[in-house]
């Protein structure tokens, strides 16, 4: 149905910041509502309502069950499984969420983004010599996927292995065409080792993009992190929480957000999200 669909394309743009939650998720809601209407019974439809329930209303219990329903209504939607693995490994069931990614890519084995994502799950358990194998799997698919780089440098930071990282970060770039994801990613690692001046110009950069498209106000709190500058770092971070950036919703058990978390502010953050401590 076209509303389910339209609803897809909807949570993808506030998804991958090309605009603002808040701007797009709303919108998502009104299609996936819309199909609803006509058809309870929509998997599709009820799958993007379930995942607009996570990343907007920050309401845990009602998007788990509302992907159960969803689940129930047909077991083989591989998107129902991907979405539902994110929502389980934000909560810290990770044993789960690897279960329910895996099932989503047996259901579409040759789909890029199940296989990466399943690599993003892996990198949340700090499983990173499997999240490792898993990115080399996409690549041995398609070498110029820019985003299995991208996250194969991730995983190779958490694991000390510098030169490496920096070398997928900057493939990443290249094949992207700098995508600002990506760029965030490279000046983050610039920030974790210590490279001052290239981390300041990719965030000059971001800050310049702004001025004509959307960026994301975690992709600047993502240098500063970066950087060790917790100070600006909250304060982008409030901004984000303003704007329901999604990125949040992996505060409990993102990596990236370690050399934060015996901070009081985080604590808080974590709480008025909704996540457990």
Do not use: C
Not at 162 to 169: G, L, N, P, Y
């Amino acid at each position: 149905m076209a509303s389910a669909g339209l609803a897809d394309a909807h949570l993808l743009l506030g998804l991958y910041g090309v605009q603002p939650v808040t701007e797009a998720l709303p919108q998502a809601k009104a299609a996936a509502e819309q199909a609803l209407a006509i058809d309870d019974r929509l998997a599709e439809a009820t799958t993007s309502l379930a995942f607009v329930t996570l990343a907007y209303d920050w309401d845990w219990s009602a998007a788990e069950r509302a992907f159960q329903r969803a689940l129930d209504l047909n077991p083989n939607y591989s998107t129902a499984h991907q979405w539902y693995a994110y929502t389980l490994v934000t909560m810290g069931r990770r044993d789960e969420a690897i279960a329910e990614m895996k099932r989503a890519q047996e259901l579409d084995p040759l789909s890029l983004i199940l296989v990466t994502d399943l690599g993003e799950i892996y990198t949340y358990a700090r499983q990173y010599d499997k999240a490792i194998k898993q990115y080399r799997q996409v690549l041995e698919l398609d070498p110029h996927f820019a985003m299995a780089h991208a996250s194969l440098g991730g995983a190779y930071l958490q694991r000390g292995m510098v030169a490496e990282a920096m070398a997928a970060f900057q493939t990443a770039g290249q094949l992207s065409g700098d995508d600002p994801w990506i760029r965030v990613a490279l000046g983050h690692a610039d920030g974790v080792l210590g490279k001052r001046a290239e981390a300041m110009a990719i965030l000059d950069e971001l800050r310049a993009r702004s001025k004509k498209e959307y960026v994301s106000p975690l992709y600047i709190a993502w240098i500063y992190i970066g950087l060790g500058e917790k100070d600006r770092a909250f304060e982008w971070l409030e901004k984000a929480y303003e704007e329901r950036a999604f990125g949040l919703l992996f505060l409990k058990v993102g990596p990236g957000y370690n050399s934060l978390r015996s901070d009081p502010r985080f604590a808080d953050l974590v709480r008025r999200i909704g996540l457990a401590p």
